[in-house]
């Protein structure tokens, strides 16, 4: 079992910086890899970005190319979502996962989720 538990959600005006954090515990966090979804208001969660277990191959979803970094310090057992020049439209629940690929996270349901952490940008 892989625990997860994100921080750093909050209040930001459009045009601000957010750095969300997944603490990891449980197995070994560096055999995993990770990703961020989201869920806004009345709509699907979908994929923002994932990062191998290793750090060294990321992907990222078309909203979130140029302006979100993902990275992770498998020291810390922790992952990070950098997120700057955020808009309204990434208003949503953002929500942390991990599974044993990228491919896995991007294609099928990641086996292990966090609780969500709110992301909530005013125009």
């Known amino acids: 079992q892989v625990q997860l538990v994100e921080s750093g959600g909050g209040l930001v005006q459009a045009g601000g910086s957010l750095r969300l954090s997944c603490a990891a515990s449980g197995r070994t966090f560096s055999n995993y890899a990770m990703g961020w979804f989201r869920q806004a208001p009345g709509k699907e969660r979908e994929f923002v970005a994932a990062i191998s277990g290793g750090g060294d191959r990321t992907s990222y979803a078309r909203p979130a190319k140029g302006r979100f970094t993902i990275s992770r310090d498998n020291t810390k057992n922790t992952g990070y979502l950098q997120m700057n020049s955020l808009k309204p439209e990434d208003t949503a629940v953002y929500y942390c996962?991990?599974?044993?690929?990228?491919?896995?996270?991007?294609?099928?349901?990641?086996?292990?989720w966090g609780q969500g952490t709110q992301v909530t940008v005013s125009s």
């Open positions: 996962a991990a599974d044993t690929t990228i491919s896995v996270l991007t294609t099928t349901t990641p086996n292990y």
